[in-house]
């Protein structure tokens, strides 16, 4: 079954600097469980654009398979969408990337697309530095195939069924920061405060920006004993809060002096950091991985922008690509002839 939105919107509704409104950012009614932190993901990266003004023909929106793989449906409806097979997003992605970098990639999988069977495909994606946004809506369970734990499932989390996961979890921001990500980050879907200033500056960021979402399974994870349940995860967050800040707007904080730290991103956008109670060093990757091990063995979720290279260069500044689109380039460009391929070869030699 599928179901429209009515065109119909409120003529006061707001607008941002394009002229858009939020409504121009929706996309079709949602069918996953009432409760589902995943909607609450759909609502944070429409509003993140929305607030970002980036028109929505712009953005390319990717996925696999699964819960979270299903979401692009229910959000941008104006944009590129492309659903891959289970855990060969990346590759997509790569080549997206590399065929077109005037588009803005937003990647969306979970815990089994990417922890499971898309596990060396997401290492790769990282490797190489994709410029794209990748955020993985992480509940530690297979929410389409009756709640099995996932690979992401805490140590000692018990299923639905009363059974106990005897594996450690494999933490994925953690991986991304031992891989080499050139931002790194973790939120909770229910705080969308904190996630939409995430996803903003994960857009801004050139290279591979990475975002773990913690969001609850509200049909198979969501009982007591569960390690991301709703009232869980709330219980153990150890957040930092977040605030985005346009270099073209006045910036206003009201953070008290030396509780803050501005982050510039590459296109002169400011991420302003709130450090609640550590002097937190995002460019400072060791650190990261520490403040990281630190949270985990007191068994808190540490939320917030956790690693930033300001330096990052993407795969296409990497490999000297084209920078216009592959379609807009001609016959000339493309075929430039032997003269110019027998240098190639000679190069090759």
Not at 80 to 95: C, L, Q
Not at 305 to 320: A, C, F, G
């Amino acid at each position: 079954m599928s179901y429209i939105k009515p065109d119909f919107q409120h003529p006061r509704l707001p607008k941002n600097a394009l002229g858009y409104t939020v409504t121009d950012y929706d996309g079709a009614i949602s069918t996953l469980c009432a409760g589902c932190g995943h909607d609450s993901i759909s609502g944070a990266i429409r509003n993140a654009c929305f607030l970002s003004s980036i028109p929505p023909h712009r953005i390319a929106k990717l996925s696999g398979i699964g819960c979270s793989s299903k979401t692009p449906t229910y959000f941008l409806g104006k944009s590129h969408g492309f659903n891959s097979v289970h855990g060969r997003m990346p590759s997509v992605a790569t080549g997206a990337s590399v065929a077109n970098r005037d588009l803005i990639y937003i990647g969306i999988s979970g815990d089994g697309d990417t922890a499971s069977i898309g596990m060396g495909q997401f290492l790769h994606l990282i490797r190489r530095n994709v410029n794209m946004t990748y955020i993985v809506a992480n509940n530690g369970c297979y929410g389409l195939t009756k709640g099995q734990d996932s690979a992401t499932a805490d140590l000692g989390s018990i299923s639905k069924y009363g059974h106990e996961n005897s594996f450690d979890g494999i933490d994925l921001a953690s991986l991304a920061l031992l891989q080499g990500a050139s931002f790194v980050a973790r939120s909770f879907s229910g705080d969308k405060e904190q996630l939409e200033p995430l996803i903003r500056g994960a857009i801004a960021h050139k290279g591979f920006a990475f975002i773990d979402v913690v969001s609850p399974c509200v049909t198979f994870a969501n009982h007591v004993g569960s390690t991301k349940s709703y009232s869980a995860t709330r219980e153990n967050l150890d957040a930092m809060p977040l605030d985005f800040v346009p270099m073209r707007e006045e910036i206003r904080t009201q953070y008290e002096a030396g509780t803050s730290q501005a982050v510039t991103m590459h296109d002169g956008s400011v991420i302003h950091l709130h450090k609640a109670s550590r002097n937190y060093q995002t460019e400072n990757r060791n650190e990261a991985l520490k403040v990281l091990q630190d949270s985990q063995e007191e068994g808190r979720i540490l939320t917030g922008l956790l690693y930033i290279d300001p330096n990052s260069q993407d795969l296409n500044q990497v490999l000297k690509l084209a920078s216009r689109p592959l379609n807009e380039l001609g016959m000339d460009e493309l075929c430039p002839g032997s003269r110019v391929l027998n240098s190639i070869n000679e190069g090759l030699r």
